[in-house]
Nanobody, 120 residues
Framework: VQLQASGGGLVQAGGSLRLSCAAS????????MSWFRKAPGKERDLVAA????????FLAHSVRGRFTMSRDNAKNMVYLQMNSLKPEDTAVYYC??????????????WGRGTQVTVSS
């Protein structure tokens, strides 16, 4: 199983980024997907999650109204659209897969992270 996150970068506060996660080696439609982030000196946080069919979505309070998570099972892709970015969004972002939705903070599969840096 491979989860490859991409789309990170350096952006000014108020800007936008779209993270993508390409999945291989698994049937994406059988997995709930999530995005986590870890900032220096802080614990890893769950940012967003979506169930296997895309019918249920979770967004952390800190990103509601600014971030949107979506998935395209036919393309084996998951996305995190991040708008109105703030410096406190700076972190390494990871996509993750688990057969169950919102039951664990340690999903079965993790991808390598992508760095998001928001300058003030």
């Amino acid at each position: 199983v491979q989860l490859q996150a991409s789309g990170g970068g350096l952006v000014q506060a108020g800007g936008s980024l779209r993270l993508s996660c390409a999945a291989s080696g698994l049937t994406l439609s059988s997995y709930a997907m999530s995005w986590f982030r870890k900032a220096p000196g802080k614990e890893r946080d769950l940012v967003a999650a979506v169930n296997s069919r895309g019918a249920s979505t979770f967004l952390a309070h800190s990103v509601r109204g600014r971030f949107t998570m979506s998935r395209d099972n036919a393309k084996n892709m998951v996305y995190l659209q991040m708008n109105s970015l703030k410096p406190e969004d700076t972190a390494v972002y990871y996509c993750a897969a688990d057969p169950n939705y919102m039951t664990t903070m340690t999903p079965s599969y993790w991808g390598r992270g992508t760095q998001v840096t928001v300058s003030s």
